[in-house]
């Protein structure tokens, strides 16, 4: 063989091996890229699976947690002595948190003055108190607001059991002041005064200006600056009088706490004691959401406010405010102009 047939057949060789070469790689990328493509594809839809359940499991493990924990949300309630005294508040506070476990309520018992002025100070985002012609006051001043009346009782003249001033035998209440305000000055009795702004104090107050008397500055006139129990608790002590609302009366008898005092006076008219309920303006929020659901039970709880008592104390110790709204709130209106 001639060598340039010998050099054609050997390049000849050497391009179909060439060929083969390419053909080769070609149909191996051919073959490869398919699954490249494929494989991807199914890495995404993989991942957007993992996304996903991965996101379920969150919203699923928050919602569990809210569940098993649930957020609270403390708010303040300033009242009055004698509610939380008598104990009325703390259950219709444990009924209230039998459907509303995520709410914590906490009372701060005061007079009704001092009630109204921790609302003024934004330490408070509810308030019940029983002073009209002082809760007027703080409406005008756009401290509180959402009025609701929702219970009533009266306020009681109590004293010794003998009745030194003969009380009993008084035709009002400014004439019970009057017989007080002679036996003390012949040194045979002495008069309890709360000094503290509360509803009750302001009450007292104006039966003692209706007197046109002042026993201000007098030896028998004992200031104790002190809530509804103290002041029963003094009275009982020195064999004094002193007034008081009903339903506190009522309770420190009941438990013997006060052997030596009897209820000596009691007139319906005169002595009216109507309890009220307002949301403070300054509280916003999640606080006051809480605060209204609040305010909103205590009002619409009738039935509770007027059965509460009678089983243990023999009677209803707050009267609930249904069906007599009308009159409560012209006598409100009234009361409130001091």
Not at 36 to 65: E, H, P
Not at 215 to 224: A, F, Q, R
Request: net charge neutral; charged share 20%; aromatic share 12%.
């Amino acid at each position: 063989m001639s060598p340039r047939i010998a050099d054609f057949n050997y390049n000849m060789k050497f391009l179909n091996y060439l060929e083969r070469e390419e053909k080769g790689v070609s149909v191996a990328l051919y073959k490869y890229k398919p699954k490249v493509g494929k494989r991807t594809s199914n890495v995404t839809r993989k991942s957007y699976i993992i996304i996903f359940a991965f996101l379920a499991l969150l919203l699923i493990s928050f919602y569990s947690y809210k569940l098993l924990f649930p957020v609270q949300t403390r708010i303040i309630i300033s009242t009055t002595t004698s509610l939380y005294a008598t104990g009325l508040l703390d259950y219709l506070a444990e009924e209230f948190n039998s459907t509303h476990p995520t709410i914590s309520v906490e009372f701060v018992a005061v007079g009704s003055g001092a009630a109204l002025e921790l609302a003024k100070k934004g330490d408070a985002c509810a308030v019940l108190v029983h002073a009209p012609s002082l809760e007027k006051k703080y409406i005008s001043e756009g401290v509180i607001t959402y009025h609701h009346i929702f219970a009533y009782n009266f306020f009681i003249i109590v004293g010794p059991k003998d009745d030194p001033a003969d009380v009993k035998n008084a035709s009002s209440a400014s004439d019970a002041f009057k017989r007080i305000f002679m036996a003390a000055e012949e040194g045979k009795t002495v008069f309890i005064t709360r000094g503290d702004l509360s509803g009750t104090n302001v009450k007292e107050v104006q039966i003692w200006k209706e007197t046109g008397l002042n026993p201000n500055n007098t030896k028998w006139y004992k200031n104790i600056g002190g809530g509804m129990d103290q002041a029963l608790l003094m009275a009982n002590e020195v064999n004094g009088y002193t007034l008081s609302d009903i339903g506190t009366y009522l309770v420190f008898s009941k438990n013997g706490k006060i052997p030596n005092l009897a209820e000596l006076f009691f007139n319906s008219t005169e002595l009216i004691n109507i309890y009220s309920s307002y949301l403070v303006s300054n509280c916003t929020g999640p606080k006051e959401e809480a605060a209204k659901e609040f305010v909103d039970f205590v009002n619409n709880s009738q039935e509770l406010i007027g059965s509460y008592g009678i089983s243990e104390y023999g009677a209803s110790i707050f009267y609930p405010a249904k069906g007599v709204e009308e009159l409560l709130n012209s006598t409100w209106e009234l009361l409130s102009r001091g």
